[in-house]
């Protein structure tokens, strides 16, 4: 089924992931495995660094990671589909994004598919969601989110929601996953939503 995404014509289900070297390669993997269980198809683009991050932070070998994708594209195929805005898609995750990742794509000097993808999909003003790892964040840092957010992306680091009482790391993350893909109008079950407050209420 196509959807209709900020009231354009409706596109395949399909969204472009990249996945960058920051550490939280596990975000990457968990939005493929959610895309797998949405029927949607992924395009995957990965960064050496984040097959470096692969193998300190998971027991996934790079098969394992890109066998979860539908399309997997090399870091240097400039010519691959999703370096063209005629490729319709819902748009771009980059789960983790690193600083530099984020750096590129603000500047618009891209330097591989991944960067060249999110500007894409920037120009064509489709969704793109950057869950951005680092922390302290400094002056130049704040200033490339701002000027992303203001180019049209959306800056969405994977911040734990307590209110979801999460009983472990993995469903830290699959909120993190989930609530980013709700952003493309993808409603994942593993998210858990707010229901109210419970309990007697809070006397002003």
Known sequence: ???????????????????SGASGVVYGARVLDALNELGVESHL???????????????????????????????????????????RTLGMIVAPCSVRTMSEIATGVTSTLLTRAA???????????????????????????TALA???????PPLPAFYARPGSIAEMVDQSVGRALDLFGLDWRSVRRWEGLKGPAVAE
């Open 45 to 87: 683009v990965i960064t050496r660094a984040a097959l470096l991050t692969l193998s300190q932070e998971t027991e996934l070998s790079p098969d394992d990671l890109t066998a979860k994708a539908s399309v997997v594209h090399r870091l240097n195929d400039v010519g691959a589909t999703i370096a063209s805005g005629s490729f």
């Open 119 to 145: 500007d894409v999909v920037l120009k064509e003003r489709r969704p793109l969601v950057l869950m951005v790892r680092e922390t302290p964040f400094h002056l130049g840092h704040l200033r490339t989110m």
């Open 1 to 19: 089924m196509d959807q209709v995404v900020n009231g354009a014509a409706p596109s395949p289900r399909r969204l472009v992931v990249g996945i």
């Open 150 to 156: 203001e180019m049209g992306a959306t800056i969405a």
